[in-house]
């Protein structure tokens, strides 16, 4: 169980990494933080992230730049509300990755992460 916690933490720092206004996929945010092939964990572990954390959840997508979350439902439109409230568009459930993906550069991710 201790791998898991540091792994969820390892997600969870990567994502709090992620600057307003840009977003990234589950597999690269899996990749970033260590952990290859493992999109599927990074989903599973944002529902377990402290609230005091204050992790952006809403910043983490599918590759193609779809959201998780079926089109009109609660959770879609809050994660849509809290995207367009950092100024990116969100157009039919889906975000332009070209546009806003993350593109972290190596001194931004060996001075912003703490593992």
């Known amino acids: 169980m201790e791998s898991v916690n540091k792994n969820y933490e390892h997600i ?3 994502v709090l ?3 307003v ?7 690269q ?3 970033l933080a260590g952990l290859p092939g493992r999109a599927r964990l990074v989903g599973r572990c944002m ?12 910043r983490v997508l599918r590759a193609n730049g779809q959201l998780a979350f079926k089109a009109g439902s609660s959770s879609s439109l ?3 509300g809290l995207l367009q409230e950092e100024g990116v568009a969100v157009i039919k459930n889906r975000v332009n990755m070209n546009e ?8 931004e991710m060996l001075f912003q992460l703490k593992f």
């Not at 529902?47 to 952006?56: F, R």
């Not at 806003?100 to 190596?106: A, I, S, T």
């Open 29 to 31: 945010i899996a990749d």
């Open 100 to 107: 806003y993906r993350w593109q972290p550069g190596l001194d």
């Open 78 to 80: 809050k994660q849509t």
């Open 47 to 58: 529902g377990y992230a402290p609230k005091e954390m204050k992790v952006p959840w809403y």
């Open 17 to 19: 990494a992620i600057p």
């Open 21 to 27: 206004g840009k977003v990234s996929s589950y597999g």
């Open 12 to 14: 969870w720092q990567t």
